[in-house]
T-cell receptor, first 115, second 116 residues
Framework: GAVVSQHPSRVICKSGTSVKIECRSL??????MFWYRQFPKQSLMLMAT?????????EQGVEKDKFLINHASLTLSTLTVTSAHPEDSSFYIC???????????FGEGSRLTVL | AQTVTQSQPEMSVQEAETVTLSCTYD???????LFWYKQPPSRQMILVIR????KQQNATENRFSVNFQKAAKSFSLKISDSQLGDTAMYFC?????????????WGAGTKLIIKP
């Protein structure tokens, strides 16, 4: 099946720094990618929908200046957590639609810990 | 508003037993997809099974099958001959049918524990 790779899998940073998470579709073109946040023992919360070549669409309550999303190519979307704070610590997951089958594939997730 | 409800926070069964996870949903879409995803301790989401709402026949994938009751808006997952590797969080999700409207609404999840 199609593969979505997410990097890094774990990142620890100091408060105030920015962290970039990459999401790559390895063997298909992804015009649309989704970014989720998952709190411990909870379900996925959609943060934003990223479309190649255009601005991301953010869900209500998600700060677009805080969570910068760039989808510059058909195989790569990035999420940058700017000026990270401890409350931004979470598990971030990306997913992408494989256009031929319409199936949604998920990255491995990235655990962010802000000290 | 679209909602997905999983009423069982946690379930536990013995290995080789059959277990059914419940899911109900509410949507205003005429055509939509329903999904069950598995999230093992490794945290990566894995698609278990998918059902297209316009298909009356219940989807099956090896030991996994669904009971799709469209009128009742119910979409339960049955796992037969459960295995230790089935231990995971299971999420039910509903989504639109077009690629431009593929945002999924997620249930809260059911933690399934398979005991040896």
């Amino acid at each position: 099946g199609a593969v979505v790779s997410q990097h890094p899998s774990r990142v620890i940073c100091k408060s105030g720094t920015s962290v970039k998470i990459e999401c790559r579709s390895l063997d298909f073109q992804a015009t649309t990618m989704f970014w989720y946040r998952q709190f411990p023992k909870q379900s996925l919360m959609l943060m934003a929908t990223s479309n190649e070549g255009s601005k991301a669409t953010y869900e209500q309550g998600v700060e677009k200046d805080k969570f910068l999303i760039n989808h510059a190519s058909l195989t790569l979307s990035t999420l940058t957590v700017t000026s990270a704070h401890p409350e931004d610590s979470s598990f971030y997951i990306c997913s992408s639609i494989e256009a031929n089958t319409g199936e949604l594939f998920f990255g491995e997730g990235s655990r962010l810990t802000v000290l | 508003a679209q909602t997905v409800t999983q009423s069982q926070p946690e379930m536990s069964v013995q290995e080789a037993e059959t277990v059914t996870l419940s899911c109900t949903y509410d949507t205003s879409e005429n055509n939509y997809y329903l999904f069950w995803y598995k999230q093992p301790p490794s945290r990566q989401m894995i698609l278990v099974i998918r059902q297209e709402a316009y298909k009356q026949q219940n989807a099956t994938e090896n030991r996994f099958s669904v009971n799709f009751q469209k009128a009742a808006k119910s979409f339960s997952l049955k796992i037969s001959d459960s295995q230790l590797g089935d231990t995971a969080m299971y999420f039910c999700a509903a989504g639109g049918a077009s690629h431009s409207n593929y945002q999924l609404i997620w249930g809260a999840g059911t933690k399934l524990i398979i005991k040896p």
